[in-house]
């Protein structure tokens, strides 16, 4: 049977079975016999403390004392009196002789004197921690004396622990009982435990048994008198080693002196009441402690108050103990958002305290409040989140965003308010990196689509910045189907001239992501323009991104060169499908270089393709095309002629259905550059060809109509084998017979002299179809019989 009560209880030690907490590392000192230890629970691993009494004899004093204790905190709450959790007793037998341990378990406090070495505050700062600590005490004090009618029996140093949010409360109750005054007469001890209090912390009644006197005192004059106990050992640094020591004032506080000697009074009737010690006393009139006790009564207050506090409280925090301010007011002020007391202008001041953090602690103490508010629907918290979006957002884990954050701030996209639209907009600066790629497409780029065509300048054109700097977290073709349509189709059109410089800077930010294709075809064209903007920052703007993409493209067409230069000669527009486009194009810049200088056009397709890409220094297409292309540019917005866009996904934002109308607008449009390729001239009619070779032949000359008559003859020719040679449009054969000209005279019936005679137009053939068609107008050109018959009619109504 004791074996396995032996293995039951386990000793003492660290394997306790009963208890559902793990007992760690000793702190140095305790109150009385006790021991205070670290802890931590096996459920959750939450820090506590655990407090434990052994005893050899289970009548033992201490350990009835400590029973007391126990029953005590148990039932005594009080928000400056520590927490009880849990408690056991135990009985080990180990040693020859068996042991009792009673187990106290707490929330994590820490004695007050290493609490004190371990802050190491010095002068005001150290006034006015002390000045809250005492508060603390004071309160908790009052509320055992005044409204309980408890007697604590021994405060001092020892019996106060701190917490982790720095707040003193008290404990040590193995010496509490009531207040035994209604039995004035009653000779025995009231405090049934007094002897575990140390003379030096005694009274002189106490000291003396007096318990008659006792019961006719206050009931707070043993407790007042330890307070004044306490107050010298903080202040002094050291524990009180007899009584005599509480006359050395010096290191009291000249503003507490007064209250410190009132509590110390001889005359237990003249002891200073620890609730007017609070309410009266100027030392508790600091900084500090109105701060935190504006803190804890918040919901008491009106919104003017709070929001005056709140504006000043940035600025107050830097004046008050950074340890202080960081574990216990931003933990209060943390709350205090979360639950709706505090009002907007707080997120200023929880973001400062909160930048005085570890990032580890930032993110378990300030983010979780953060996230919680993003679903407010206070628009003034709202619009104070996304001000100070930059503080935190970068903390924000991308899950967390995603699934909790931009739910709640995707509505400010929408919202009335064009502030808050535009807030909205700048913060997804910072979040759209942690957006999934189902949110930035399926989401994000749809109310980016409409932002790019409100109201308001100034979000069209943050809208394009945004935008471009965006652009590397979207997929490949998201890109392609957004950015060319988002900035040349909708920034770089827009009225507002800060929208088409947004845009072309957004061009230039993102020209890694385009081809060539669209380069020259899509972006180039549309930035041109801009060279003639009325705005002079648009045209440098758009000067520079013509330079930048003009190297990009000639720095492709170098390594082209470079590498296909052997199979350059060789290559024509037909065996390079996918490139006609840009051959196309190219060949119209080569015919309008020779249109311009008068020359014929005299190279054939076959002949365009090497000296487009033979040489790698000369590039003719690029020296050619800016005396040519941009004038043709100015004339028409669309020519993006025989070029093949590629092909762009059916979406359901706005800019997807932009591109499909760009795209049946260049089907539309297929003039572009090929509308002034003169390589094949329409042939004239031989009527018209026979007219301007009159035209071109001089008046003077008698016969001409040897070779003006050849040219009808000739133009029938080409008409018919105008495939097996380009030249033959141009080329005169030489004369074979002088007689045809005299056979068009004769059948035309015309003079010799005439000049025209030779292209006059044969007679008709049949002369019957105008002559009944003349007839027919004839017959019905008998208005002027019916008229004169109604003139009859009338000259017969007057006879």
């Known amino acids: 049977m004791l074996k396995f009560l032996k293995g039951v209880v386990a000793g003492s030690g660290t394997g306790l079975k009963d208890l559902p907490y793990n007992i760690g590392d000793p702190y140095p000192s305790a109150w009385g016999s006790w021991s205070h230890f670290r802890g931590t629970s096996k459920d959750d691993g939450s820090a506590v403390s655990i407090f434990s009494l052994t005893g050899t004899n289970p009548q033992d004093g201490h350990l009835a004392a400590g029973r007391n204790g126990v029953k005590r905190l148990r039932t005594v709450r009080h928000p400056n009196i520590l927490s009880f959790l849990h408690s056991t007793e135990v009985e080990s037998f180990d040693a020859p002789s068996p042991k009792v341990t009673i187990y106290i378990v707490t929330e994590l406090v820490m004695p007050l004197s290493e609490k004190i070495k371990e802050l190491g505050l010095e002068g005001t700062q150290r006034d006015e921690y002390y000045a809250w600590g005492l508060h603390q005490v004071a309160k908790a004090v009052s509320f055992l004396n005044n409204d309980c009618k408890l007697v604590h029996g021994n405060v001092c140093m020892s019996s106060v622990v701190v917490t982790q949010t720095l707040d003193w409360k008290l404990h040590a109750f193995d010496v509490l009982s009531e207040f035994d005054w209604a039995n004035a007469t009653a000779t025995g001890p009231m405090l049934q435990y007094e002897w575990l209090v140390g003379l030096q912390y005694k009274p002189m009644e106490l000291a003396k048994s007096d318990w008659a006197t006792i019961r006719k005192s206050p009931p707070w004059a043993i407790d007042s008198w330890g307070l004044g106990c306490l107050i010298y050992e903080i202040f002094s640094g050291m524990k009180l080693g007899k009584t005599e020591e509480l006359r050395n004032t010096a290191s009291i506080p000249k503003s507490l002196l007064p209250d410190y000697q009132r509590l110390l009074s001889s005359m237990p009737s003249r002891r200073l009441n620890t609730s007017k010690l609070i309410e009266n006393s100027e030392y508790f009139q600091n900084k500090l402690v109105d701060t935190i006790h504006f803190m804890e009564i918040l919901s008491l207050k009106d919104s003017v108050e709070k929001d005056t506090f709140f504006r000043k409280l940035p600025n107050l925090a830097e004046q008050l103990p950074r340890q202080i301010v960081l574990k216990k007011l931003l933990p209060l002020l943390a709350s205090s958002l979360e639950f709706g007391s505090a009002a907007a202008s707080a997120l200023t001041a929880l973001l400062k305290m909160g930048s005085w ?360 020719k080409v008409a018919k084998d105008e495939d097996d040679d380009l030249w033959g449009s141009i080329a005169a054969p030489p004369p074979k017979s002088a007689s045809k000209p005299l056979n068009v005279k004769a059948g035309g019936a015309v003079d010799d002299d005439d000049p025209w005679a030779a292209i006059a137009a044969p007679p008709p053939t049949t002369k019957a179809k105008p002559l009944s068609a003349g007839r027919g107008r004839g017959t019905k050109a008998a208005a002027p019989r019916l008229g004169a018959q109604r003139i009859n009619r009338t000259s017969s109504t007057r006879m």
Not at 482 to 511: E, H, K
């Open 357 to 716: 953090l570890q990032p580890e602690e930032f993110s378990l103490k300030v983010l979780p409040t953060i996230v919680k508010l993003f679903a407010s629907n206070d628009r003034a918290v709202r619009v104070a989140l996304l001000q100070h979006i930059d503080q935190y957002g970068e903390s924000l884990s991308a899950q967390v965003v995603d699934e909790q954050v931009y739910p709640h701030v995707a509505t400010g996209f929408a919202d009335t308010s064009a502030f808050i639209r535009e807030l909205t907009l700048k913060s997804m600066l910072i979040l759209a990196p942690k957006l999934s790629q189902r949110t930035l497409s399926g989401s994000l780029l749809k109310y980016l689509s409409k932002l790019q065509v409100d109201e308001e300048p100034a979000i069209r054109t943050n809208t394009t910045i945004l935008l471009g700097n965006i652009a590397s977290y979207l997929n490949e073709g998201t890109r392609k189907r957004v950015l060319i349509n988002a900035f040349t189709v909708r920034a770089l059109r827009d009225t507002f001239s800060p929208a088409r410089g947004a845009g072309v800077m957004a061009l230039c930010a993102t020209s890694s992501y385009y081809d060539m294709t669209e380069i020259a075809t899509r972006i180039l064209p549309n930035i041109v323009v801009l060279i003639i903007d009325p705005d002079s920052d648009v045209r440098s703007k758009a000067f520079q991104a013509v330079d930048q993409f003009l190297h990009i493209v000639k720095q492709y067409n170098e390594k082209g060169n470079v590498g296909d230069t052997a199979d350059a000669g060789s290559l024509g527009i037909s065996s390079m499908p996918g490139h006609a486009g840009l051959l196309g194009w190219a060949m119209s810049s080569l015919t309008l270089k020779g249109k311009a200088s008068d020359q014929a056009p005299v190279a054939t397709a076959n002949s365009i393709t090497p000296a487009t890409i033979t040489t790698s220094t000369s590039n003719p297409v690029l020296v050619v095309t800016p005396s040519t292309a941009p004038v043709h540019r100015v004339s028409s917005s669309t020519d993006f002629a025989d070029q093949p866009m590629p092909p762009s996904p059916t979406s359901t934002d706005g800019w997807g259905e932009i591109e499909n109308g760009i795209h049946e607008e260049q089907d539309s449009d297929k003039d572009g550059w090929d509308d002034i390729e003169p390589l094949d001239e329409p042939k004239p009619s031989p009527a018209l060809a026979n007219i301007q070779a009159v035209q071109k032949r001089p008046v003077s000359q008698p016969k001409p109509q040897a070779s003006a008559s050849l040219r009808p003859k000739s133009t029938v």
